[in-house]
């Protein structure tokens, strides 16, 4: 069994888990600090619902493409690969926007979430709803997040959700050792290299991504005669069948396979793929220096709020 497409997603929910294992922690901290324990199984209840839902809403987007699949039979060649090119667009636009979001807002993250807390408390008879939307929001961004990635690789099967359990429990792990027992961990060091993986992987993503929907114009061109206008690059330049990709940049295929190792592992790891087309090849480079300029420039920002429980940045 190759379970080297578990990577990309144990990565994901490594670095999202330890996300919400921080807000939890800040906010179990804040209870405590307020004298306000008593609200703590609203914190736990939040996270139970918030990883229930998220896995509810995979197995709600996994029915609805069987169902697509046994309602257009005809059409399963066009819909499989079509669903994750749209998946794939909708992880790439949101991975990209806490990969940034989440840097830029470090900095202030500990004062925001002990403030919403602080107010949360003082709402009365609220207060335990209040303390619960929080950690139920905290962990249903990042676990839609997650559940929108795996379903971009669903033909990969369950391996993906694999990793991702992998990667929630990995979380949890730091979680604990920060918060409960006080070790110490450079946590913005952790959140750069994660950050860095990220991005390869999402850049990756753009490359699949593109690689799918050329695949679904070409599967629409043959079953239907009057889409064929829409595989403008379709044997006419190369014999390579490319559809709406161009002319073919890259062909490792003989000497570094995306399906055999090491090519397996630089394929999860880093979005490496032995054969890359034209618009991929400039997809991926635009997303890197896009995203990439983006992300390193907001890394250099001196980070100057309060520091979490037990967590060094030195």
Request: hydrophobic share 55%; proline share 3%.
């Amino acid at each position: 069994m190759d379970f080297s497409a578990a990577l990309p997603t144990f990565v994901i929910t490594l670095r999202e888990g330890v996300e919400a294992a921080l807000v939890v922690g800040i906010v179990l901290a804040c209870l405590k600090k307020a004298k306000a324990q008593k609200l703590n199984i609203w914190v736990y209840a939040g996270i139970v619902v918030g990883i229930l839902t998220s896995a509810l809403v995979g197995l709600l987007f996994s029915w609805g493409i069987q169902a697509l699949n046994n309602t257009y039979p005809q059409y399963s060649s066009v819909i499989e690969p079509l669903l994750e090119a749209v998946f794939a667009g909708i992880a790439i636009a949101l991975l990209s926007w806490m990969l940034i979001w989440m840097t830029q807002q470090a900095k202030s993250l500990k004062g925001e979430i002990e403030g919403n807390v602080t107010s949360a408390i003082k709402q009365g008879n609220n207060q335990a709803w209040g303390i619960f939307g929080l950690i139920l929001f905290a962990v249903l961004r990042e676990g839609f997040e997650t559940v929108v990635f795996i379903l971009a690789k669903f033909q990969q099967g369950i391996i993906p959700a694999l990793g991702a359990l992998s990667g929630l429990a990995g979380a949890a792990g730091i979680g604990v050792l920060l918060f409960k027992w006080g070790v110490k961990i450079n946590i913005r060091q952790f959140f750069q290299v994660m950050g860095v993986l990220l991005l390869l992987i999402v850049a990756g993503l753009v490359v699949g991504g593109l690689g799918d929907l050329d695949r679904a114009t070409a599967a629409l061109a043959q079953i239907n005669r009057e889409s064929e206008g829409l595989c403008f690059y379709y044997e006419h330049f190369t014999r390579e069948h490319s559809c709406i990709l161009g002319s073919m940049v890259w062909n490792l295929s003989g000497i570094l396979p995306d399906d055999k190792f090491p090519g397996l592992l630089l394929k999860a790891l880093l979005g490496y793929h032995d054969k890359i087309y034209l618009v991929q090849a400039v997809g991926y480079l635009l997303f890197l220096l896009a995203i990439g300029t983006i992300y390193f420039r907001s890394l250099v920002v001196p980070i100057q709020g309060n520091r979490s429980p037990a967590i060094s940045k030195n």
